[in-house]
């Protein structure tokens, strides 16, 4: 009979404020720790989607920053270029793309003056061959400025995990309840049980 009613009409006849005689208090407190954790995680999502608007518009400003402050030059490889990283030196069936050399090359900064540094440089690439390279003012080697699609990652990744982390520490605790519910469920049933065995009228032997 319970299976042909309406979901929402079962749902209702759980919760809290239930006229259903039949509910323990345990079952009401359940009830309701479910109501607030779903409540609870709702309301947390326009939290976690401001604090990724913060992070993308705080990453979106670094980016505009390094822009300014980062050149990009051409460089010559001097040498032949070497994994950068030395275990890398005896496993060269799992390098590709995503593992850079280094090799010294020499580059001329935007003042005129003609330097010479290690590098990374991209996978395969030959003595002599020229690359481009990321500069800061002082004429040093750096890492590409970042792009506005980084900022729509890291902002996106930290809406998440604010999301994320509380709504599981909430389910966390709703699991915590529910369990101990249970377990004050089965104690009761077993004290009703043991009672019922000591009525006059009635045997457990």
């Known amino acids: 009979m319970n299976a042909e009613q309406p ?31 779903a409540l609870f995680v709702l309301v947390l999502i326009p939290f976690a ?11 979106g400003q670094l980016a505009m ?23 890398a030196l005896t496993d060269t069936a799992t390098r590709g793309p995503g593992d850079p050399d280094r090799a010294t090359a020499r580059w001329t900064t935007e ?18 061959e020229t690359i481009d390279i990321w500069i800061d003012s002082n004429g040093d080697p750096v ?22 982390m509380g709504s599981g520490v909430a389910l966390l605790l709703l699991y915590g309840g529910h ?5 004050r469920r089965i104690s009761a049933l077993d004290r009703e049980w043991n009672d019922v065995g000591r009525s006059p009228g009635w045997s457990m032997g």
Do not use: C
């Open 179 to 183: 369990r101990a519910g249970a377990k």
């Open 111 to 128: 003042t005129g003056e003609t330097r010479t540094g290690r590098v990374e440089v991209p996978f395969g690439a030959k003595p002599g």
């Open 65 to 87: 920053q390094e822009h300014q402050q980062r050149h990009q030059v051409a460089a010559v490889l001097l040498e032949e270029p070497a994994p950068a990283r030395a275990d």
């Open 49 to 59: 989607a401001a604090y990724g608007t913060a992070t993308y518009a705080r990453i």
């Open 7 to 37: 979901l929402a009409l079962r749902l209702w006849r759980r919760a809290p404020w239930s006229g259903n005689p039949l509910m323990r208090r345990s079952e009401r407190v359940e009830s309701a720790l479910v109501l607030a954790v």
């Open 143 to 164: 890492a590409a400025p970042r792009t506005g699609s980084d900022g729509v990652v890291a902002g996106v990744v930290a809406a998440l995990t604010v999301w994320g």
